[in-house]
């Protein structure tokens, strides 16, 4: 059985084991956390009497690779990622440096490496002509330094290296695309002039709802309510519960069906993906989320001509409960709203987007309309972490800034309507806002006490100018 032995400010898992020879051996496996080798004791001790445990023992980046994703990944990744993270290493970290002996890598090894995939074709075009070779790319690259430093962690953890080479390895810079949005006059013209029901209600979804494409073809009527009573009641809304997606077969059988709810019928024998509905991505994901009357109205329309639609075929008509369904009942695909919504944005001649900006131009617009309350946001839109609200869509914040600049030299440098709101009482606060000006984000600025002692520092000093 395993114990749990503290040495320098580290908690060691030991248990002992036999080699390929017999030899009884003594293995120590390090943590940060008294927690987490509790939890890897018990899962030894689990395994062990399962007869299913493998003890870390590895000298190459390749063996090590093999059992990061037998021991870690099939427990800790879900199908997407583990197909993309197995694909990543199949590709580029197997063939390039899968026989470098353990003790070989430093942080100087991995930066020579990161610099040799820079000029390393892709997958996709290894065999195309050299001068229509594209190389592996500074995002792709920063996924691999990412799920190598998870690799190295855990191998740290094994005892298998003393040290992660990967925390001070320098990757190639890397500069995120800026995200296109629709304003609000754009996304308002796009869904009046949409003529395709399946597309307009996507795109209506996908907007009111902060919902990722997975999410949205995933959506089923047991998921929807939109009764009289809710949507009188102005508590008309979806749950988030799982999402649609199209994974491999082989990853769906080496992670044994993790996270599946349900397996569409494969289309041919000889395809190597199949079309699921799957939990969510993280616990936060799985949320409610209330709907705007028009948006309920249209569901409510949606729904009478799916349910026409089912009595015409009958037992032609497959019912898998969803929503955003082909006339026969199966699911749609996300790359067919993909593929319509790209034809409806050429064939109107309006602004590019991708299909997922509608995601972003939801919460851009939750938070102006909400001023600013991140935490609500967050709920609808399902975020992990309110830091990633923030990060994304910063530039909301710019864009307010360069408002509150535009308030300050209208109301203060221009001399209007301060003195009443200022000096005196009476008025309660009260102000007539100038032509242009967004009433909601004066509304916001007026009501911080903060900002109120800046303006009114601010009144003083004009003041003092103006009686010179």
């Known amino acids: 059985m395993a114990s749990v032995q503290k040495r320098n400010g580290k908690y060691c898992v030991i248990y002992r084991y036999q080699d ?32 299913t445990f493998i003890v870390p023992q590895c000298k190459t980046m390749s063996e090590l690779l093999k059992e990061y994703i037998t021991l870690y990944g099939k427990d800790n990744w879900a199908l997407s990622t583990y197909y993309s993270n197995v694909s990543l290493i ?78 001070h390895a320098t990757v190639p810079k890397y500069k995120a695309a800026k995200r296109q949005i629709w304003t609000a006059d754009i996304l308002m013209h796009a869904t009046e002039i949409c003529d395709d029901e399946i597309l307009k209600l996507a795109m209506n979804l996908s907007f009111a709802a902060s919902l990722r494409i997975g999410e949205l073809t995933g959506l089923t009527w047991d998921c929807v309510d939109i009764s009289d009573e809710a949507i009188e009641e102005g508590r008309a809304s979806i749950r988030v519960t799982k999402e649609y997606q199209r ?64 009595a015409i075929l009958g037992s032609e008509f497959h019912d898998y409960g969803i929503v955003l369904a082909s ?8 790359s067919h709203i993909r593929k319509k919504f790209a034809k409806f944005i050429q064939d109107n001649n309006l602004p590019y987007v991708v299909f997922h900006s509608l995601r972003h131009s939801s919460v851009t617009y939750k938070l102006k309309l909400n001023g600013g309350d991140i935490k609500a946001v967050q709920g609808d839109s399902g975020h992990s972490q309110v830091s990633m609200v923030t990060d994304v869509y910063s530039h909301i914040i710019d864009e307010d800034r360069r408002k509150n600049a535009e308030l300050f030299e209208e109301a203060f440098y221009g001399k209007k309507n301060l003195r009443p709101l200022l000096s005196d009482n009476s008025h309660k606060k009260m102000v007539t806002v100038p032509e242009g000006i967004d009433a909601d984000i004066l509304a916001n600025i007026l009501s911080n006490p903060e900002m109120m002692a800046v303006l009114s520092s601010l009144a003083k000093t004009i003041k003092k100018e103006t009686e010179r």
């Open 20 to 51: 390929k020879d017999g030899k009884k051996k003594q293995k120590w496996e390090t943590f940060d956390r008294r927690e987490d080798a509790l939890k890897r004791k018990k899962e030894i001790e689990y395994k062990v009497s399962t007869g």
């Open 90 to 167: 199949g590709n580029y970290i197997e063939p390039v440096i899968g026989k470098v002996e353990l003790s070989d890598i430093n942080t100087r090894f991995l930066e020579t490496y990161y610099k040799t995939l820079l000029r390393t074709p892709t997958c996709a075009t290894k065999d195309a002509p050299k001068e229509d070779q594209k190389y592996v790319s500074t995002s792709t690259i920063r996924d691999i330094h990412k799920l190598l430093r998870n690799c190295f962690e855990q191998a740290v953890k094994w005892e298998l290296i003393e040290k992660n080479p990967c925390i």
């Open 247 to 310: 994974v491999s077969k082989e990853a769906i059988k080496a992670l044994d069906g993790k996270d599946i709810l349900l397996v569409f019928p494969s289309e041919s024998k000889l395809c190597k993906t199949v079309r699921v509905l799957k939990t969510p991505k993280t616990e936060s994901s799985i949320r409610r989320v209330f709907l705007p009357r028009s948006v309920a109205e249209m569901l409510i329309h949606h729904k009478e001509a799916q349910d026409e639609m089912k």
């Open 327 to 334: 006339p026969t009942g199966a699911p749609i695909g996300e």
